[in-house]
Nanobody
Framework: QVQLVESGGGLVQPGGSLRLSCAAS????????MGWYRQAPGEERQLVAT???????TYADSVKGRFTISRDNAKNTVYLQMNSLKPEDTAVYYC???????????WGQGTQVTVSS
């Protein structure tokens, strides 16, 4: 059974930092493209960052220069380092895995990030 478990969310002041983790089980991370998405109340889920199986990264314009996605295949874990956080970054953050060859996707349950003073 495939499981993606996000952790590391919480309440942080504007300008602060958080590091989210997504621990995968039931899949071999190296065979997946990975992504972080977020969904704020009343809004659609949106892409934040992706990292391909080969390590190529992409970012939404709104987080470029502030967020960094990385992966540790040995630990079967993907990370999202978030710096210079803003109130508009407040959302539930989700991790997604997409198999390279089959395209099958799995989502985690999400972790809440709240940026507020």
């Amino acid at each position: 059974q495939v499981q993606l478990v996000e952790s590391g969310g919480g309440l942080v002041q504007p300008g602060g930092s958080l590091r989210l983790s997504c621990a995968a089980s039931g899949i071999i991370l190296s065979g997946n493209d990975m992504g972080w998405y977020r969904q704020a109340p009343g809004e659609e889920r949106q892409l934040v960052a992706t990292i391909s199986a080969g390590g190529i990264t992409t970012y939404a314009d709104s987080v470029k220069g502030r967020f960094t996605i990385s992966r540790d295949n040995a630990k079967n874990t993907v990370y999202l380092q978030m710096n210079s956080l803003k109130p508009e970054d407040t959302a539930v953050y989700y991790c997604k895995a997409r198999r390279l060859y089959s395209g099958v996707q799995n989502w985690g349950q999400g972790t809440q990030v709240t940026v507020s003073s």
